[in-house]
């Protein structure tokens, strides 16, 4: 059942069906509010095609089991399928071996892991990490965390008002105390995407560690950590057509090997004494206990499905989305845009006059209109704006035109109702 993701050839952009792939999409035939769905909180998390939500049942109905235990049938077809997963998602982020992969909860959780395990081993007082003025705060907390307990210094590469970082700022912030710098690939309030392999050489020259949050990054780019040399990637699998609770933590093999155990139990262990307990090989040592098995399985299934489309005909037709909104959204008076970097990607963040973004996402919702209002997660980003939140349209490959006609529809109802 497992096929390897090389033998998949993209279609050509041309000959794609955008209607039919949509309705590969159950919940996009729903109505809310007694109006068909228009679904733009891609960012937050991704619907699901059939083939996953049944890929799901499949699992339970057939093979369920816990993995790497039992000798039993159920057990070692679980486990084959559980690892013929792992090996999917090498291939897909051109990973050199299946042991940089390691299954977690998300990306919250992989850049956790990376804090603590990293984070506890190689960083000492004076010691500086740096992030950037985009990030989540989940590439955010976990650093103050790290750098409270360890006296270290958390540096912010400063953005100009496009929300782009500024390169020289970057640069002169750079000095021989930086351990590692953790920025966001693409950004989910403003859709930048950040220049990460400048940023890899400029820091691997100095050796310093590169890790990339790839949570928005992943569903829309295709992903090569080999070729942008990065020593550590994050990324979730909900907001790439999989389930909820999974995610890949990618790390590379020399620098897992010197890292400590994350979380202990079993599965991490090779051996356990009351005097002394020795840990797994990779990639098991970072997977303690029982893993989101049917998760990782059919987060495989997912990235197929996203590979049977060819994620840069994805990409270019949500680039596509992206401009039409942009363009309409500009004929309108009143609204401001936040995030107009050069190089973005499914996200357009904006305001309209004096409305706060909650009131408009209300209206929106009462016209079946799903998009996010709020901070998203970038507190410290709204605050360089001086803004409460945005109202954030964010974009799958499987919206479309009809989708904008909607969004354009609520946004002049919101601004005749609440102007
Ligand atoms: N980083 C970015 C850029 C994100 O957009 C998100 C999710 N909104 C996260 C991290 C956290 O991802 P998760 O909630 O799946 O752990």
Redesign the pocket.
Same mark, same amino acid.
């Given at each position: 059942m497992v096929n390897s993701t090389k033998e998949i050839i993209s279609p050509s952009y041309t000959s794609i069906d955008w209607k039919k792939i949509r309705e590969d999409f159950p919940i996009l035939k729903r109505e809310v509010n007694n109006q068909p769905l228009v679904y733009l909180d891609n *960012? *937050?998390t991704s619907q699901k095609p059939q083939l996953v939500i049944n890929a799901i049942a499949h699992y339970y109905s057939y093979y369920n089991a816990n993995v790497h235990r039992g000798v039993h049938t159920l057990s070692q077809e679980g486990t084959n399928a559980f690892e013929a997963s792992r090996n999917t998602i090498k291939e897909f982020i051109n990973a050199s071996k299946t042991e940089e992969v390691i299954f977690t909860? @998300?990306?919250?959780?992989s850049?956790n892991l990376l804090a603590y395990s990293w984070g506890r081993k190689f960083v000492k007082e004076g010691d500086e990490i740096m992030i950037s003025a985009m990030?989540?705060h989940? !590439?955010i907390v976990p650093w103050q965390i790290l750098c409270e307990e360890k006296k270290a210094l958390l540096k912010v590469i400063p953005i100009n008002e496009k929300g782009e970082l500024i390169w020289e700022e970057f640069l002169r912030l750079l000095s021989d105390k930086t351990k590692l710098i953790s920025v966001?690939h693409?950004? !989910?309030a403003l859709g930048t995407i950040n220049p990460v392999k400048a940023i890899i050489e400029e820091a691997h020259r100095r050796n310093i560690w590169v890790h990339i949050?790839g *949570?928005?990054a992943a569903p829309h780019l295709q992903i090569d950590v080999q070729e942008l040399d990065c020593d550590f990637y994050s990324f979730?699998g909900?907001?790439m057509c999989g389930p909820t609770g999974t @995610?890949i933590f990618y790390g590379k093999e020399k620098w897992l090997e010197e890292m400590p155990p994350f979380e202990g139990g079993g599965e991490m262990i090779k051996t356990v004494s009351f005097e002394k307990t020795t840990y797994n090989d990779l990639p098991f040592k970072f997977e303690a206990g029982t893993p989101h098995i049917e998760g990782a399985i059919v987060l495989a299934e997912a990235i197929r499905y996203l590979q049977s489309i060819g994620l840069s005909n994805i990409s270019t037709r949500e680039n596509e989305l992206v401009h039409q909104t942009t363009t309409r959204l500009k004929e309108m008076d009143g609204i401001r845009f936040i995030g107009t970097a050069i190089h973005k990607s499914s996200v357009v963040s904006f305001l309209v006059n004096n409305i706060h973004p909650y009131d408009m996402g209300m209206i929106l919702d009462k016209m079946g209109i799903a998009v996010r209002t709020g901070h998203?997660?970038t507190q410290p980003l709204m605050d360089f704006y001086r803004i409460p939140g945005t109202v954030r349209a964010s974009f799958s490959f499987y919206n479309n035109e009809n989708d904008i006609d909607r969004l354009m529809e609520g946004v002049k109802k919101s601004i005749q109702m609440l102007s």
């Open positions: *960012a *937050a909860k @998300g990306t919250t959780n850049i990030e989540h989940s !590439n966001v693409i950004s !989910n949050d *949570a928005q979730s909900h907001k @995610g998203h997660c």
